[in-house]
């Protein structure tokens, strides 16, 4: 089955300890991208990545890392995680070229204390 | 700044009820792409629809329909005999077509739907 899996699905930290969430599709895509969805702000793209080993700032990287060494995995990495961070995190993959739909994973629910 | 506006934050019906969602962009791309996603209660994204700037066709697909006007940067979507199953948060989202823009995809704030029986 085609899909987007995000691990772990909830998380609960503190702040500065910091944290990864794993990202895998298994369609091949060469795109995928890092959102985080809040109230009234609908979802804002964190970081994206082209294809292996190439990387772009989104709308709102701080604070975040990423890394893109094989083409299944994108993680998502808060070196020092802030309550600000707390939001619903979703990964996304899509084939490269034109603008393509993308598929999403279910989403990664963050708080930080 | 804010490149796609969903000025409805929320809109409720009764369930038959047609209900139509406003999408207005904002770009100085003449080729860019236009997507809808939804969100249902259960949390995931799913695709709807993409087109790009130069098909201005109208499209049906079942009771969803969609209304492209470059005109006045708008693609607005209509659910026709709303049901209770269309409820759900509904996203538009802007793609450019330029080097700087190029991966970048920026949402709406999102227009939640509900729909009563």
């Known amino acids: 089955e085609a899909q987007v899996t995000q691990n772990p699905r909830y998380l609960i930290t503190v702040t500065g300890k910091k944290l990864t969430v794993t990202c895998s599709q298994n369609m091949n895509h060469e795109y995928m991208s890092w959102y985080r969805q809040d109230p009234g702000l609908g979802l804002r793209q964190i970081y994206y990545s082209m294809n292996v080993e190439v990387t772009d700032k989104g709308d709102v990287p701080e604070g975040y890392k990423v890394s893109r060494k094989e083409k299944r995995n994108f993680p998502l990495i808060l070196e020092s995680p802030s309550p600000n961070q707390t939001s619903l995190y979703f990964c996304a993959s899509s084939r490269t070229g034109l603008p393509h739909e993308q598929y999403f994973g279910p989403g990664t629910r963050l708080t930080v204390t | ?117």
């Open chain 2, 1 to 117: 700044a804010q490149k796609v506006t969903q000025a409805q934050t929320e809109i409720s019906v009764v369930e038959k009820e047609d209900v139509t969602l406003d999408c207005v962009y904002e770009t100085r791309d003449t080729t860019y792409y236009l997507f809808w996603y939804k969100q249902p209660p259960s949390g995931e994204l799913v695709f709807l629809i993409r087109r790009n700037s130069f098909d201005e066709q109208n499209e049906i697909s079942g009771r969803y329909s969609w209304n492209f006007q470059k005109s006045t940067s708008s693609f607005n979507f209509t659910i026709t005999a709303s049901q209770v199953v269309d409820s759900a948060v509904y996203f538009c989202a802007l793609s450019e077509v330029t080097t700087d823009s190029w991966g970048k995809l920026q949402f709406g704030a999102g227009t939640q739907v509900v729909v009563t029986p």
